[in-house]
């Protein structure tokens, strides 16, 4: 079955650096989503992304954020100038926007990036 | 107002019940509805979908809409231990944003 993937699987990185999460969404689906989860917090949408652009954006996407579509198959989130706050889980997702059905809103989620600032 | 709220639990119920997990939303365009599992450490894992008031039954789930109250349930029949996890409820709005409650933590004793 299909699935959406990330790597790593833990990224360690100093306060200040960049990071960059990369992700491989299910190859027929149109749309893709960041979320982070806070240790102990409820997931948290930061940006949807279709058709190569934000199509939406939280509050917590900030400049500090940006997404990507660098090529057919990876969605990358980058984190600039980390800081200590932005340790957390972050989970990519797509969906596929349609199905036999007409719309579609699953969502399907990768296993996560945990990142860790020091 | 928090776009999405369930109780935190913990719920707790013997093997073999029925487990009733409540959401409610605030905003009325708010237009599908999810359930996902998630267990400690792991990605939410999606469940059940509804997008129009009453029932969708799949397998032992049961998903509830009611978009007049602004309320969602999820039952969970025939429970078993390894239902035992965090149940997130999720909503999205017109437009491509979603919006997931605290969760709720369900245990199953054997």
């Known amino acids: 079955e299909p699935e959406v993937t990330q790597t790593p699987s833990h990224q360690v990185t100093q306060m200040g650096q960049e990071v960059i999460l990369r992700c491989v969404p299910i190859?027929?689906?149109?749309?893709f989503y960041w979320y982070r989860q806070i240790l102990g917090q409820k997931v948290e949408f930061l940006v949807s992304?279709?058709?190569?652009?934000?199509?939406?954006k939280s509050e917590i996407f900030d400049d500090q954020f940006s997404v990507e579509r660098p090529d057919g198959s990876n969605f990358t989130l980058k984190i600039r100038s980390t800081k200590l706050e932005d340790s957390a889980m972050y989970f990519c997702?797509?969906?596929?926007?349609?199905?036999?059905?007409?719309?579609?809103?699953?969502?399907?989620f990768g296993p996560g990036t945990r990142l860790t600032v020091t | 107002q928090k776009e999405v709220e369930q109780n935190s639990g913990p719920l707790s119920v013997p093997e073999g019940a029925i487990a009733s997990l409540n959401c409610t939303y605030s905003?009325?365009?708010?237009?599908?509805f999810f359930w996902y599992r998630q267990y400690s450490g792991k990605s939410p894992e999606l469940i059940m979908s509804?997008?129009?008031?009453g029932d969708k039954e799949d397998g032992r789930f049961t998903a509830q809409l009611n978009k007049a109250s602004q309320y969602v349930s999820l039952l969970i029949r025939d429970s078993q231990p390894s239902d035992s996890a965090t149940y997130l409820c999720?909503?999205?709005?017109?437009?491509?944003?979603?919006?997931f409650g605290t969760g709720t933590s369900l245990t199953v004793i054997p």
């Open positions: 997702a797509s969906r596929a926007g349609t199905s036999g059905r007409g719309v579609t809103y699953e969502q399907y």
């Open positions: 190859s027929n689906h149109l749309y």
């Open positions: 992304f279709y058709n190569n652009e934000i199509s939406e």
């Open positions: 905003d009325r365009v708010s237009q599908s």
């Open positions: 509804i997008y129009s008031n």
């Open positions: 999720a909503v999205n709005k017109p437009g491509n944003q979603f919006y």
